[in-house]
């Protein structure tokens, strides 16, 4: 079973993205905050990693690597944000996240790149 978590502070995106990811064999959960990303990050294991918001990735890499500590193997962490700055998107995948996608996004598109390993 691929686990999925999804983070987005915005009730409408979260829902929308969850709609988006989930399939047969596909286990979704969502969060609201960065304080329950890290939390639940903790306390599961994830394959994949959706975040709605990349001004969580400011701050370098500290994010990226409190997400991933207590993960035996490498999780995937999607950023999903309307267009930003060339620079901003340099910057998410130097601090360690994996794809970028423009929003607005196919469901199809997120649902083929999210519900892999």
Request: charged residues 25%; hydrophobic residues 45%.
């Given at each position: 079973m691929l686990k999925i978590l999804v983070f987005s502070p915005?009730?409408?995106?979260?829902?929308?993205?969850?709609?988006m990811v989930?399939?047969?064999?596909v286990e979704v959960?969502?969060?609201?905050?960065?304080?329950?990303?890290?939390?639940r990050c903790q306390e599961k294991h994830f394959d994949?990693?959706?975040?709605?918001?990349?001004?969580l990735?400011?701050?370098?890499e500290g994010s990226v690597r409190r997400i991933r500590a207590h993960f035996a193997t490498r999780p995937k962490i999607f950023v999903l944000?309307?267009?930003?700055?060339?620079?901003?998107?340099?910057s998410l995948l130097e601090s360690g996240v994996d794809e970028y996608l423009l929003l607005p996004v196919s469901p199809a598109r997120?649902?083929?790149?999210?519900?892999?390993r």
């Amino acid at each position: 079973m691929l686990k999925i978590l999804v983070f987005s502070p915005s009730f409408r995106m979260r829902a929308m993205i969850v709609g988006m990811v989930t399939a047969p064999g596909v286990e979704v959960e969502s969060v609201t905050s960065r304080q329950a990303l890290f939390k639940r990050c903790q306390e599961k294991h994830f394959d994949n990693v959706v975040i709605e918001d990349f001004r969580l990735f400011m701050d370098g890499e500290g994010s990226v690597r409190r997400i991933r500590a207590h993960f035996a193997t490498r999780p995937k962490i999607f950023v999903l944000s309307p267009a930003i700055d060339e620079q901003t998107v340099l910057s998410l995948l130097e601090s360690g996240v994996d794809e970028y996608l423009l929003l607005p996004v196919s469901p199809a598109r997120l649902r083929r790149k999210v519900c892999t390993r």
